[in-house]
């Protein structure tokens, strides 16, 4: 055996040793899509990763998280003019109507940014779901 080996079983073999536990601090956007005009119409939610943070421990990663709310919160203040006037450029009911109904199924105003620690990145991630079909 060489040093490192060595010294890799010695820290291994210690009372207070812990497997490394690592956590990403992932960033979704979550989109309200139209579903279909059914029962007056319906919405479903979808969530796509944005980005990711590796940290080598999960206690690194929470001391991190909050901060990381701040931000998204500021973000999310920042883009919500931007989400009102794309519901505001929507045609009434009167003025358009889609093969679906007035508003285009599928249509999302954007979405908001949300922020979470995970053990696997990118596994709330559900963005490439099939759409749901109306019961």
Known sequence: MNFLEDLAEMIRNHNEFKEAEPRFVSIYRRCQHFGGPEEGGWWYSRDSLEGSIPFPTKEDAEKWLEEAKRQVEKQNEIDAPKRH????NLPDE????YDEGFIPTG?????ELWVTIEEVRGASDDSREPRPHYE
Not at 94 to 97: G, K, L, P, S, V
Not at 107 to 111: A, L, N, Q, S, Y
Request: hydrophobic share 40%; net charge negative; aromatic share 16%.
């Open 85 to 88: 006037r794309a519901m505001a």
């Open 94 to 97: 009167e003025n358009a109507y």
């Open 107 to 111: 249509w999302t105003d954007g979405g």
